[in-house]
């Protein structure tokens, strides 16, 4: 099945923030010095060199103050969705903390692994709630409209043929050669991949997984096609990065079928969600409201260079028109 993203606001995504360092603790150690957290943090604080979209150009601003940014972003969302009266509940909050631990069981884990807390989770819940709640003001979409587009969409409501793989790389034809007499004298497809392919999967017997036909290119895609379950491809020619020839072999250890998905009820939320931001892209200009909220904030940043740094953020992003 075709992903269906959420359309982000014109406002930037929440940066991922990782695990706190002791200032006092050593980060990294180059020939036997030492580099403590207080270094990494003031560092990481005024590196140059580091940009953000202001309308269709980058402009260079140092990490500490895109932070500083984006908190203030935050913030005027957070804020232009209790002016609208949309602020997300802690109801809210938790449904889709709920819906998201049934899709990825082991999100408590992956997330607490980036260095940040629960409470950090349930923030990033609440704040892109906002953000979808602000896009989608106004908007209604009855249930009767979600079976329609679902019926009118079928290529995005199935997911595609796939095909459970082996693979083989080789760059002579005398390897080429080696490889067609192990086959057919019996070697199996695992253990010839591991004597003689060059491509990476060579440790693992070539196991290359199972790959959607849409992703497989149209030379490739065809030879497997024509190969049945057991079965190994001809070989096929391919350049590698550089120009060099290289040729492929693959082993088809199982087909699996497309399957076209019914419309459950997790299935109508995501059609419903992706109807309400298509139709509010074109309702509501967030760019717009967003713009007013930035020019009425009253804004007092205490550091100076970050001060400067955020007025000539204002005057790119008005230059370039939000």
């Known amino acids: 099945m075709k992903k269906m993203f959420i359309a982000a606001l014109a406002v930037l995504a929440a940066t991922a923030a990782f695990a706190q360092v002791d200032p006092a603790r050593t980060v990294v150690i180059v020939n036997g010095e030492e580099i403590k957290g207080g270094e990494y943090y003031h560092r990481m604080e005024f590196l140059p060199g580091v940009g953000k979209k202001t309308g269709a150009t980058i402009s260079e601003f140092p990490p500490g103050f895109l932070t500083i940014e984006q908190l203030i972003t935050e913030r005027l969302v957070f804020q232009l969705a209790k002016k609208k009266g949309v602020s997300p509940t802690d109801m809210e909050v938790d449904a889709e903390y709920r819906n998201r631990k049934e899709e990825t069981p082991n999100l408590d884990e992956l997330w607490i692994g980036t260095g940040r807390s629960l409470d950090d989770l349930r923030y990033q819940i609440r704040y892109e709630l906002a953000q979808f709640k602000i896009q989608t003001f106004g908007v209604t979409v009855t249930d009767q409209e979600v079976a329609s ?71 490739v895609r065809n030879a497997i096609a024509a190969t049945k379950i057991g079965g190994t491809t001809d070989w096929i020619p391919t350049q590698l990065q550089g120009g060099e020839t290289a040729y492929v072999k693959f082993l088809v250890e199982n087909i699996i079928a497309a399957k076209k998905l019914s419309l459950d009820d997790k299935l109508k939320v995501r059609v ?34 970050f001060a400067d ?9 008005l230059k370039q028109g939000g």
Do not use: C, W
């Not at 931001?277 to 804004?299: F, H, Q």
């Open 272 to 305: 419903r969600k992706k109807l309400m931001m298509d139709r509010g892209n074109v309702k509501n200009n967030i760019d717009k409201e967003m713009k007013a909220m930035r020019l009425d904030a009253k804004i007092d940043i205490k550091e100076p260079n």
């Open 149 to 219: 587009y679902f019926n009118a969409h079928p290529d995005e409501f199935t997911i595609p043929k796939k095909y459970q793989l082996r693979v083989i790389v080789v760059k002579a034809d005398a390897d080429k050669s080696a490889v067609d007499s192990a086959l057919s004298g019996g070697t199996s497809f695992a253990d010839t991949a591991k004597k003689y392919s060059t491509d990476l999967t060579k440790g693992i017997g070539g196991e290359y997984g199972q790959v959607p036909e849409t992703m497989l290119g149209a030379s």
């Open 309 to 317: 740094a955020y007025r000539k953020f204002i005057d790119a992003y």
